[in-house]
């Protein structure tokens, strides 16, 4: 391979990583903040697909793509605090609710989304970070959505509220130990709507992105499983929102990985590289766990993790 | 669930040795399991009514057009029939690691393995009579099933790997083998638009059950809940099994092989989805492509948590499931629904079967009586 095909797919995977990885950035922090309350949410999938087709009906009637963002958060939310309160009737399985809301989730959005799949939305404008450079190429990847540097801050701004903020330690208790939370006297249920609801806000937001602005159209096959790929990015990141950040833009590069490949001529193995990053989350998996042990990072009442 | 389910049973039976206080509680408690999802079905046609209501369309033109499309036709039933029965298999895939307490949501992932087996062994044995090659087919397709879902029990009871999550990961990696080999090694050159596998030669495939439209995976589906149920409720391995699922501490103490029936069940589990697999192949498309991955293993999770991961609970809920898709086209083209319409049904019979679950054991008229 010469010199100019490696950078050519340098540059494309570089495009490709900050392009794939935002849905996966917010849904994971999304996933992040409802597992650290100790509760998991698969609905995030069908909040994804929910959240692209209302963000770009939204900003296909109002003109408005941040309006878009902001209906999506808000039905994403509804969805998550549906999720939260069915969830905390007793002995509800928190799995397989969540899947009962990725289903619904997704009916919905077909169902009303049916009339969108033609017209065009305004979308949201990226910023052209690459105005120093002359190359088109290079120009092109680094024109970066707006939305991604929100999630990095979401990101940054959810670590420091876990360590320093009187609710970051709230949902942290919540999560690592329901008993203690009861003799503290919190709402344990409440402390988990709320992180449920603001964690498929995130996930709205991201499905938001795919509609607006990477493909940057709706239609039903959106969403490749970003919703619940991020389960198990979470799990990779060890329930740490900044290692989140890192994870989703290593699973963005691993997807555009394979497409990048293709630019440059390289045909083979293009799904064995769309597995990589489940490869490298059972492998972590497998080191990280070992039986007795808990996985360090892990909320104590997480059903997956016990 | 299982737990309580457990618990509940071993109460009545103490109770019943203690003497003949509540002689039809057995009776209420059958009565129990059959109304509740019966409530929850109606709470979720009342929902949905709701939903048409608001949206200026008739409600009872929806059921009825369900009905005519699901039930109400020797062509719709069969059309029912037909899609039912991969479900009944996927659900199995659900339900018997469910005995033990496990969550695994990956059945996908040993569907289209299974059936990849089964399409890419039929070629090599083509000159042994059909019967044969289909059942080498089907060894294949449940050899590699059961492989792909054990390897997961392993990981759980050997290194404590949460199963719900491996499981995704191993259903995502077994697509993405799929595609590679279907795209890749195995791929028909004849194949432009739809890469697949060669086909598996019109005398190989498993044809009708007499006087029907509907392929033989119908009754082998039928046994397999049957045969499940009996090993389920009917034998010391499933009584082990459900144990295993009541208390983990009790079995161990026991002496029960926790380690072993983890591993089988996930194994047994594993090889109803790789059959269903193969059964899609054989029956059904011929070939491996990717018509394949049509989301069988998702929804056979969403069937066994409305049979409350009860084999014989399979055999309606699949029926009902369906029939519904079944009569997604005629609610489309007589009542100008979108295609989806069907699925926001089926997301909310989803939501309220599950939460009915909260009401088990809560409604005192069901529960053991004192004295009588």
Known sequence: MSGGALSTLAIATLAGALRVSTPFLFVSLGECLTEKSGRINLGN?????????????????????????????????????????????????????????????????FFFGKPYVQPSAPLLPPLPLGFWSDSPQIRSALDVSPLFFVGVLVGIFMTWAFQNTRSGMVV???????DAARAMGLRINLVRLAATAAGSALAGVGGAFLSLVYPGSWNEGLSSGQGLIAVALVVFARWDPLACTGAALLFGAAGALGPSLQSVGVMQGYYLFNAAPYVLTLILMFIAVAPGRRMRGAPGELSIVR | MTSVSLARELTATARAAEGPRDRFYWLRKRLESALIPLVALLAAAAAFSLFLLCLGK??????????????????????????????????????????????????????????????????????????????????????????WIGLIGLMRARRSLNET??????????????????????????SLNKPSTRDINEINMLGHLPGTDVHPGLLIGILACIFFYVLIYRTSFGF?????????????????????????????????AGLAGMIEVAAVHGKANASLAAG???????????????PLGILPMALLLGGITAAGGIVQRRMGLPDATVLVLQGMIFIAILASETLYGRIAWFQPRKSA
Request: overall charge neutral.
């Open chain 1, 45 to 109: 999938e069908g909040v994804l697909v929910l959240g692209a087709m209302t963000a770009y009906a939204a900003s296909y009637h109002t003109g408005s793509p941040w309006l878009g963002v902001l209906v999506a958060a808000s039905c994403g939310g509804l969805l998550g605090g549906l999720h939260a309160g069915l969830c905390s009737l007793t002995r509800i399985n928190d799995i397989a609710m969540g899947i009962a809301i990725m289903l619904a989730g997704t009916g919905l959005a």
């Open chain 1, 172 to 178: 942290r208790i919540v999560g690592d130990s329901a």
């Open chain 2, 58 to 147: 008739s409600p009872a033109d929806f059921f009825s057009l369900i009905w005519r499309g699901a039930f109400g036709s020797a062509f719709s039933l069969q059309n029912t029939l037909q899609r039912a029965s991969p479900l009944l298999l996927t659900a199995l895939c659900v339900a018997l690691p469910a005995q033990l307490g496990l969550v695994v949501i990956g059945g996908e992932g040993a569907v289209v393995l299974g059936g990849l087996a089964a399409a890419a062994i039929a070629p090599l044995i083509s000159a042994l009579p059909p019967i044969c090659v289909q059942i080498v087919m089907a060894i294949a397709g449940c050899a590699i099933g059961a492989l």
């Open chain 2, 165 to 190: 999550i491996v499981s995704l990961l191993m259903a995502y990696i077994a697509i993405a083998i799929f595609n590679h080999i279907v795209e890749g090694p195995l791929r028909d050159p004849a």
């Open chain 2, 240 to 272: 082990a099994c459900r144990v295993t699922g009541g208390n983990l501490r009790a079995a161990q103490l026991q002496g029960l092989p926790v380690a072993w029936l983890v591993v089988i069940a996930c194994a047994l589990g594993g090889a109803c």
């Open chain 2, 296 to 310: 069988y293993g998702y929804a056979g999770i969403l069937i066994a948590f409305l049979a409350r991961q009860n």
